[in-house]
């Protein structure tokens, strides 16, 4: 069971109050892009085992989409943070360079941190 | 065995849904004449469910006057709200409230809901949305235990789910 802290009510909320939103921090490809990005935008995800980067939202509270990092294979909540941002705040890339050194997702951690 | 708590559904109560910007004065003054309480902090209850106001999200307020004071409470606010870019909307009628009274209270939420209801973790004017079994609702801890407020729609299935929660001996979870 995975209990994230909604980022807008300070609330530990358990996974049965939240509705999952898939990966976070996609970027949108629409009309006039490439037919390869628009493939990318609708359909290609990465599938990590490891560290992952989620949209969930707060359905049966405040109603609010936020971010969420997390362990795939240990469920580790590394942290939560409100949607309106396009990469993860620093200090939780630290958290997770802090405990899963070399870590990188999509055009985050590696060698750019 | 004896039922944990009193369960009694409230009769209609004055409720305004109020969304917009929490932290403007505007807000603040339409939330002082309806109420006399401040804007509440996230997860907090200002006043009572007589007449009070509820923190409901970043950008939401459920403000609660007596039911006859709505049409007026409305008038006041979209008043002293003009030219904001807010929504004051009438729900009084599309809610139904619960008062579940007496000392084993947590017990009876704590069946029903995926919260901490320990004394030390929710207190006396604390507030939760949440989730009681499989609908949406509201609650707030009060002296004499808590009010639950969820759609009318669900009413009756609220009123039965906390009549059969309170159908249990106490765990003693709560001291």
Avoid at chain 1, 35 to 59: D, T
Avoid at chain 1, 72 to 88: D, H, I, R, W
């Amino acid at each position: 069971m995975l209990t994230l802290n909604c980022p807008y009510c300070g609330v530990d909320a358990e996974e049965t109050e939240l509705s999952p939103g898939g990966e976070a921090h996609l970027k949108r490809f629409g009309p006039g892009s490439s037919e390869e990005a628009f493939e990318g935008y609708l359909f290609v995800r990465e599938n990590p085992k490891g560290v992952h980067f989620e949209r969930w939202r707060h359905a049966y509270g405040c109603g609010k989409w936020f971010h969420a990092a997390r362990c795939t294979m240990t469920l580790e909540v590394f942290g939560t943070y409100p949607a309106q941002t396009f990469e993860p705040p620093k200090d939780i890339k630290d958290k997770i360079t802090a405990k899963r050194p070399g870590w990188a997702w999509r055009d985050f951690g590696g060698d750019g941190a | 065995m004896s039922d944990l708590a009193t369960i009694t559904r409230a009769d209609a109560r004055g409720m305004i849904t109020l969304r917009g910007d929490l932290a403007s004065a505007a807000m603040k003054k339409a939330v002082k004449a309806a109420t006399g309480q401040a804007v509440p902090k996230p997860g907090k209850i200002a006043g009572d469910g007589a007449r009070g106001v509820l923190w409901m999200s970043p950008d939401e307020l459920l403000v609660m006057v007596p039911y006859a004071d709505v049409a007026q409470t409305l008038a006041a606010m979209d008043k002293t709200l003009t030219g904001q870019h807010y929504l004051a909307a009438d729900v009084s009628d599309a809610r139904a409230v619960f008062t579940v009274a007496g000392d084993h209270a947590r017990e009876v939420l704590a069946r029903l809901c995926p919260v901490d209801l320990h004394a030390d973790s929710f207190a006396i004017g604390d507030a939760r949305r949440t989730r009681f079994a499989q609908v949406a609702a509201a609650f707030w801890a009060h002296e004499a235990g808590f009010d639950v407020v969820c759609f009318r729609s669900v009413g009756d299935y609220m009123d039965g789910l906390l009549r059969n929660a309170a159908k249990a001996s106490p765990t003693g979870a709560f001291g």
